[in-house]
Every structure is written in structure tokens, then in C-alpha cells.
């Protein structure tokens, strides 16, 4: 049977895809071993190539689209450095309190607005995912999903705060 344009197409960027990812997460796994013995660059082939199968699986296979839908989360990549910090020395305290003075620690579980939390569309998908990753950077805090049903948010924080942590990037409280 012979192959039509499509097909080859499709094989071509399938092909491309893989050796863009497999040189990638070869690099990055040298870079991150920081050795040049022969086994460790062998292992970086392999590695690399597996991770690669796997991106490639997961892009022909996976059944979401993500679509970013405005660089309005910059506001709150900029402010995890500061966020970070903060939690750091809040849990540095906490530790404090628990191993020196024996206190209990409780965390709570928040549940806040969330505008898209349902919706289907590639750039609620985006949006669902950058709040996760935002949400989930500083220590205190976890985002651990999204209501299906209701525009909610469930985050979890390991040391209760007076104030909730901001659940949407793109809301004014980043």
C-alpha cells in the first residue's frame, strides 16, 4: 500500500519531534551528572531516548491541549522569588516550634474561586496548568486540583496563614 503525503508528513514530524527531544534531555541529563566518563554519556543516550519516546507517546496519544491565553501570569512568576523567601522562614519557624518547643502543627485544606475550572477549552487547560505550577512553587503552599463541577480550586497548606494564598495568576492578588 502506498504511503500518501500525509502520512509521510506525519512521520517526518514525528521523526523531528523525537530527535529535538532526545538531543535535548540528553544534554540536559549530562549537564545535570556533570561527569564525562563513558558510561554516564552512554547513559545519557539512553535516558535521553526514553524520555523522548515518552514526550513523543504522551504528544501523539494525549488527549489535552494547553493554550496559554495572555502573558497575564508573568505578574506571578515574578513574585515567587518573594513568595518562596517568605514561606521558607515560615516553615523555618514552624520547625523551630515543633522540634525546640514541641508544639503541634495543623495545615488546612482551602477551597477558592476558580474562573475556567471547568471549562473544556485548550486555553482553560493552560490556565488550569499555570496555576498549579505557580500555585505549587512556594513551600507553604499545594495546589492539589480543580472542581469538574463548580469553578473551585483545592489547595492544601502545611502551615495556616491569616491570609489564603492566591489561587489564579492571572487574579490582581499576584
Not at 44 to 61: F, P, Q
Not at 114 to 132: C, H, L, N, Q, T
Amino acid at each position: 500500500m502506498p504511503r500518501t503525503s500525509a502520512s509521510r508528513d506525519r512521520r517526518a514530524r514525528s521523526t523531528r519531534f523525537f530527535v529535538t527531544w532526545w538531543a535535548i534531555l540528553t544534554v540536559l541529563y549530562w549537564l545535570l551528572v556533570f561527569k564525562t566518563e563513558p558510561a554516564e554519556l552512554v547513559a545519557g543516550v539512553i535516558c535521553g531516548a526514553i524520555s523522548a519516546t515518552a514526550a513523543e507517546l504522551v504528544r501523539r496519544h494525549g488527549s489535552v491541549r494547553l493554550a496559554l491565553p495572555d502573558w497575564g501570569f508573568m505578574r506571578a512568576i515574578a513574585a515567587l522569588p518573594r513568595l518562596t523567601v517568605r514561606d521558607t522562614a515560615l516553615l523555618a519557624r514552624v520547625v523551630w516550634r515543633v522540634v525546640v518547643r514541641g508544639e503541634e502543627v495543623r495545615g488546612r485544606f482551602l477551597v477558592r474561586p476558580f474562573a475556567g475550572a471547568r471549562a473544556k477549552s485548550p486555553e482553560a487547560a493552560g490556565r488550569r496548568a499555570m496555576a498549579k505550577l505557580v500555585g505549587s512553587v512556594s513551600p507553604n503552599t499545594l495546589v492539589v486540583g480543580f472542581s469538574s463541577e463548580k469553578d473551585l480550586v483545592l489547595m492544601h497548606q502545611l502551615v495556616a496563614t491569616d491570609e489564603p494564598p492566591p489561587s489564579d495568576p492571572w487574579e490582581p492578588g499576584w
